[in-house]
C-alpha cells in the first residue's frame, strides 16, 4: 500500500515522476516518456510553466482555436479559444458567420464595480459599531494608501467602504462590504490585499475608540476575502434582425423563431434545462476565459450565481419577438483581467490577447459575452432544428477515429463517408472495421 510522502514537494521534478510511476503507474518506461515527452524543451519556457504552481511534472496540453468573423460593434474579431469538446469552436464560428451577415453583435458595459468583505464578529451595540464605522473610514484608506496609490492615479480605487449588519442570518455577524474599481485588472490581489490591510487597521481603532466598552472594543475579524459574485460587473451582449432574415436553407424563419423563443421560455422556466442551456453558454465563455488567463472557476461561480439571483436558477439568456424583430440577449456579470495575472507570462495568452488586439477589461467582457451568447444561439438552434447530435458527431468523429487507432487515409475515407451519413458511435465503429475488413 502507498504510503504518505513528507517533502514532496522539494523532490526534483525527475524525482516526483519517479515517486508517482513506483507508486501509482508502475509503468516506469511509459510514464516516463509521456511524462517527459510533454515538456518544453526550451528550458526558460519549461521552467516559467513549472513555476506556476507547486509540483509541477508535465505540462497538460489543450487545444488553442480560433473562431473567426465575430463582428462586435461594428469592429471584426477572431476570437482565440482553448477547450477540449470538439463541436464548440465550429459552432461558435458558425453562429459568427451567421450573425454577421444580420448585423453582428451589439454589446454594452452595465457596470465594472468588484466586491470584497471583511467578515468580522461583533457583540454590542449596533449603533456604536455604526459611529465607529463613520469615525475610522477615513484611516481604513489612509491606512491602505500604499496598496491603492498606482491604482488611484489610473483612475480606480476603492469606491466604498460600507457596514452590513447580518445578524439576522447569524449571530453578531457583520461585514465591511466594499467595492472596488480596478480598471484592466481582474484585481483579486489588490482587493484582497486592501481588505487585509482594513481588517488590520479595523482591529487596532477598535481597541482605541472611547464609545465602546471593554468587550466592544475586542472585534474578531473572521476573514477578508474578495467576492466572486459581482452583479454589478455586468455585460450585455445581443443580437437582433427581421423574422425574415432568420430564414437559412431549409430552415422556415417563422417557425424557427417560434422555436427558440419556447426553448428559451423553458429554459427559464425550468432548472434541469437552465443548467444544460447555461452550460452551453459557458462553453463559449470558459474557452475565452481560459485563452485570454482569466480565472474560469471566478467566473462560473458568478455566473451561476447571477443565474440564481431571483431565488430560481433560471437561463443567462432572453429572446423576444416584437414587431417582427428577433432579439436575442444575454446579460452576464464577468470579473477579468487583461493587464497583471498570466496575461504577460504565458506566451499563449500573451498571443491570444494580441489576437484580440489587445483588449481593455471591459473590452474583453464583451468579447467573452458574445463568445457566450453565440455559442447558446448554436446550440439552441441545432437543438429546436437538426438535433445536437448530428453536428457534435460530425466533430467527435475524429476522436473515435483515433481512439481506434485510424490512420490518415482511413480517416480521411471515413470522414468522406459521414458527411453523407449519421455517425452515432456504433455506425463510426462499423464502418471503421468494415474499411479494414475491405468490405
Ligand atoms: C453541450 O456541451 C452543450 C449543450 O448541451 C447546450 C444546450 O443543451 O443548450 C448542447
Not at 425550468?270 to 452550460?279: M, S
Amino acid at each position: 500500500m502507498t504510503k504518505p510522502i513528507q517533502g514532496f514537494s522539494k523532490l526534483t521534478k525527475e524525482e516526483k515522476i519517479d515517486w508517482i510511476v513506483s507508486n501509482y503507474t508502475h509503468d516506469a518506461e511509459s510514464a516516463k516518456i509521456i511524462l517527459k515527452r510533454y515538456w518544453n524543451d526550451d528550458e526558460a519556457l519549461q521552467n516559467l510553466h513549472d513555476e506556476f504552481i507547486e509540483n509541477t511534472i508535465t505540462n497538460y496540453y489543450l487545444p488553442l482555436g480560433i473562431a473567426p468573423n465575430f463582428l462586435i460593434n461594428g469592429k471584426l474579431y477572431a476570437i482565440p479559444m482553448a477547450i477540449e469538446e470538439s463541436s464548440v469552436v465550429a459552432a461558435a464560428g458558425k453562429a459568427a458567420k451567421f450573425w454577421l451577415d444580420r448585423g453582428g453583435f451589439k454589446t454594452t458595459i452595465l457596470g465594472t464595480e468588484k466586491i470584497g468583505q471583511v467578515h468580522f464578529m461583533f457583540s454590542g451595540d449596533a449603533d456604536k459599531l455604526k459611529s465607529f464605522i463613520n469615525s475610522v473610514e477615513t484611516k481604513l484608506r489612509s491606512e491602505a494608501s500604499d496598496i491603492t496609490k498606482n491604482m488611484e492615479k489610473r483612475g480606480g480605487g476603492i469606491s466604498k467602504i460600507e457596514l452590513r449588519d447580518k445578524t439576522a442570518d447569524l449571530d453578531n455577524y457583520y461585514q465591511l462590504h466594499c467595492t472596488f474599481e480596478t480598471l484592466d485588472a481582474m484585481g483579486a490581489n489588490f482587493i484582497n490585499s486592501c481588505l487585509e490591510r482594513f481588517a488590520k487597521t479595523f482591529k487596532q481603532e477598535a481597541l482605541h475608540f472611547s464609545e465602546f466598552d471593554e468587550t466592544e472594543k475586542n472585534i474578531e475579524i473572521v476573514m477578508s476575502i474578495l467576492s466572486n459574485y459581482v452583479p454589478n460587473c455586468l455585460v450585455r451582449a445581443e443580437v437582433s434582425c427581421p423574422i425574415d432574415e432568420l430564414a437559412d436553407n431549409d430552415t422556415d424563419a417563422n417557425e424557427f423563431a417560434k422555436k427558440m423563443i419556447q426553448a428559451i421560455e423553458i429554459a427559464k422556466a425550468e432548472p434541469h434545462r437552465a443548467v444544460t442551456h447555461n452550460k452551453g453558454i459557458m462553453n463559449g465563455i470558459d474557452a475565452v476565459i481560459l485563452a485570454t488567463g482569466n480565472d474560469f472557476r471566478a467566473v462560473e461561480a458568478g455566473a451561476h450565481a447571477y443565474a440564481a439571483k431571483d431565488g430560481k436558477y433560471t437561463s443567462l439568456t432572453d429572446a423576444s419577438i416584437e414587431n417582427g424583430i428577433f432579439k436575442f440577449w444575454i446579460e452576464i456579470p464577468l470579473a477579468v483581467g487583461t493587464v497583471g495575472g498570466l496575461t504577460s507570462l504565458h506566451p499563449l495568452v500573451k498571443l491570444a490577447l494580441e489576437i484580440l488586439q489587445k483588449p481593455s477589461a471591459q473590452e474583453l467582457m464583451q468579447i467573452v459575452a458574445v463568445a457566450g451568447l453565440a455559442q447558446n444561439f448554436a446550440a439552441v438552434r441545432s437543438l429546436v432544428t437538426t438535433g445536437i447530435q448530428e453536428g457534435h458527431m460530425k466533430m467527435h468523429l475524429l476522436n473515435i477515429l483515433n481512439q481506434l487507432g485510424a490512420n490518415e487515409t482511413e480517416k480521411a475515407t471515413l470522414t468522406e463517408h459521414f458527411k453523407k451519413n449519421s455517425a452515432t458511435h456504433s455506425a463510426v465503429v462499423e464502418a471503421f472495421e468494415n474499411l479494414r475488413k475491405g468490405i
